[in-house]
């Protein structure tokens, strides 16, 4: 505490922005706000520096992203005499203005920017430092967080979101900077709108992604264009990029006009992130009897969420869903393209270890070799480097994150929810001329493999001195004190190589991972369920979430005054 009203202290005495300093007026003599806003510097954790906007060290502010650039800055220095950095922002409130506050302090420090002049997705920012060879980037985005966040990801050369060990370097040399400190003089580098060809460069590769079930041209463009689809961006980038892609593909569009607004206050849907139900209810109003798919983009549309069909009504697909449809999509198709056998082994799958294992048994059939990593789409980025490198980038097949993460080539070097948007089209086109939904194809892909069900929950805390209780949590986990669930006892697997992430199987096939969130004040747990059938898989899968849900409650009972949501 005594930290944090120093910083606090230190910094209401410096010139602050008219809302801060509005801000540090309200908290004024508040010690538990003061705690929370400046008990700690923020840090880079699974996609980059993330948190609610507002006063403080520990919030996302203009004070926060100057020293944070500073940082980028000296990092890039370090390794280029004149470098030149792309910068993109999404459409939520102060994200323009943070992306100016980013390119001002480059450019003082004699760096190059190329910043785009609106509202962009994180593919076609990763797309653009590959495009123009540039030696890194910056997004403005908290992705599919509540409307209160932002947040500020660090692009390398490669298009790849920073790893570990660069963010790490990036960091030291942010520590070595004060908030206040201005940028330092010297050479000026420039700061240029990102070339307009670049929008349709990207939409071109997006376009040369197209995989067609069928060399019959005809009967692709037939069956796209008897596609119902109802889409939304969700007020975000992605708005002009998916219709784009949608128009080109002549599917039948409606779209969600009260979230077609570019809009950071998101006022139909304040958590816009297509891993919720609620995140749809508007779209549903816009389904009719002959629509087959509702599609959502979410802010910065790396991520694309789908809606589908099962017994008559309207149903929300996992990330997992969608990424099984996907991969055993993409799979059949090439197959297919090589006289109909299997596919050589070298042929790479990526894919988080949180993701459904149901994808190993797709890839094996197509005997496609598949690799687990740990969360972020930088670890699944690093590998299709890794991959280049070798000389096997064409090997690189697809990859995919139960988070609604999504990629098909090698154009960008992050998940892209406009790619996204392309293939579950395709896939829902496919099978609409079998008369099939996403969810029947699920059901034939289980008749085949093995009934399973997948989901994942989180464990929200609200305020910063709760974080003891992720803390809690995860140690009484390592510590072995969960030693049971469905009345059989839990084989730890300890073989992966994510520190922080708990992994255990269970008699049957089942298993489940915990770890802390790397951008937010969460636990999350992913369950995977196996059955004879769909209900007993499903019934398995809601049974060990109940067991686990208790034994949250039983550690975080251990603290007074604690606040946790389930999502």
């Known amino acids: 505490?005594?930290?944090?009203?120093?910083?606090?202290?230190?910094?209401?005495?410096?010139?602050?922005?008219?809302?801060?300093?509005?801000?540090?007026?309200?908290?004024?003599?508040?010690?538990?706000?003061?705690?929370?806003?400046?008990?700690?510097?923020?840090?880079?954790?699974t996609s980059g520096l993330r948190g609610k906007m507002g006063l403080g060290t520990n919030r996302i502010n203009r004070i926060v992203i100057r020293r944070a650039t500073m940082g980028v800055a000296d990092y890039l220095l370090s390794k280029h005499k004149r470098a030149t950095v792309v910068i993109g922002y999404d459409t939520r409130v102060n994200s323009e203005g943070y992306a100016l506050e980013a390119a001002r302090v480059l450019s003082k420090r004699g760096i190059d920017v190329r910043l785009f002049g609106e509202p962009t997705p994180v593919p076609v920012v990763s797309f653009a430092i590959r495009h123009l060879k540039a030696d890194g980037g910056i997004m403005i985005t908290a992705s599919h967080n509540p409307k209160e966040y932002n947040g500020y990801k660090v692009y390398d050369h490669f298009g790849n979101q920073i790893d570990e060990l660069k963010a790490r370097r990036i960091e030291e040399y942010i520590n070595k900077r004060a908030y206040f400190e201005t940028a330092d003089g010297g050479a000026q580098g420039t700061i240029e709108k990102c070339p307009e060809q670049i929008k349709e460069a990207y939409l071109k590769a997006v376009a040369d992604q197209f995989l067609p079930w069928?060399?019959?041209?005809?009967?692709?463009?037939?069956?796209?264009?008897a596609l119902n689809v109802v889409y939304t961006p969700l007020n975000g980038a992605g708005r002009d990029y998916a219709m784009n892609v949608l128009e080109r593909l002549g599917v039948k569009l409606t779209?969600?006009?009260?979230?077609?607004?570019?809009?950071?206050?998101?006022?139909?849907?304040?958590?816009?992130?297509?891993?919720?139900?609620?995140?749809?209810?508007?779209?549903?109003?816009?389904?009719?009897?002959?629509?087959?798919?509702?599609?959502?983009?979410?802010?910065?549309?790396?991520?694309?969420?789908?809606?589908?069909?099962?017994?008559?009504?309207?149903?929300?697909?996992t990330g997992d869903h969608a990424g099984i449809l996907m991969l055993e999509y993409v799979c059949r198709c090439h197959a297919n393209r090589v006289a109909g056998k299997n596919m050589q082994g070298q042929k790479m799958v990526y894919k988080s270890f949180v993701s459904s294992p149901f994808a190993e048994d797709i890839a094996r059939k197509y005997r496609v070799y598949i690799k687990n990593v740990p969360t972020g789409f930088k670890n699944i980025a690093l590998e299709m480097e890794l991959l280049k490198e070798a000389g096997r980038e064409k090997d690189f097949l697809f990859a995919f994150e139960e988070s609604l993460g999504y990629l098909y080539g090698n154009y960008t070097r992050d998940k892209d929810g406009i790619l996204?948007?392309?293939?579950?089209?395709?896939?829902?086109?496919?099978?609409?001329?079998?008369?099939?939904?996403?969810?029947?194809?699920?059901?034939?892909?289980?008749?085949?493999?093995?009934?399973?069900?997948?989901?994942?929950i989180a464990i929200e805390f609200k305020a910063e001195k709760d974080r003891e209780k992720i803390n809690d949590i995860m140690e009484t986990l390592f510590a072995g004190n969960l030693k049971e669930l469905l009345g059989s006892p839990l084989t730890i697997d300890a073989s992966h190589c994510c520190d922080d992430m708990f992994r255990a199987l269970l008699p049957g096939g089942h298993q489940i991972i915990i770890r802390p969130s790397g951008t937010e004040l969460k636990v999350k747990m992913y369950v995977f369920a196996k059955g004879a059938t769909r209900d007993e898989a499903i019934l398995n899968l809601e049974r060990i979430l109940e067991e686990l849900r208790a034994f949250a409650d039983g550690v975080c009972g251990l603290h007074k005054n604690g606040e946790k949501t389930y999502e």
Do not use: H
């Open 214 to 225: 069928t060399d019959d041209e005809g009967e692709v463009k037939q069956a796209l264009a």
């Open 255 to 317: 779209t969600v006009v009260e979230q077609m607004e570019r809009d950071g206050n998101f006022p139909t849907c304040p958590k816009p992130n297509p891993e919720s139900e609620e995140t749809f209810e508007t779209a549903l109003r816009y389904a009719k009897d002959d629509t087959d798919v509702i599609i959502a983009t979410d802010p910065d549309s790396d991520r694309m969420g789908v809606m589908a069909k099962k017994d008559g009504k309207f149903c929300r697909l």
């Open 1 to 45: 505490m005594e930290k944090a009203i120093k910083q606090y202290s230190s910094w209401i005495r410096e010139e602050l922005p008219e809302n801060l300093k509005a801000e540090a007026a309200i908290i004024d003599g508040n010690s538990e706000e003061i705690y929370d806003r400046f008990c700690r510097d923020i840090t880079f954790g």
């Open 420 to 456: 996204a948007v392309q293939m579950i089209c395709l896939i829902a086109a496919w099978l609409k001329t079998q008369d099939k939904s996403l969810y029947d194809k699920l059901e034939d892909l289980y008749r085949e493999y093995g009934y399973a069900e997948s989901r994942a």
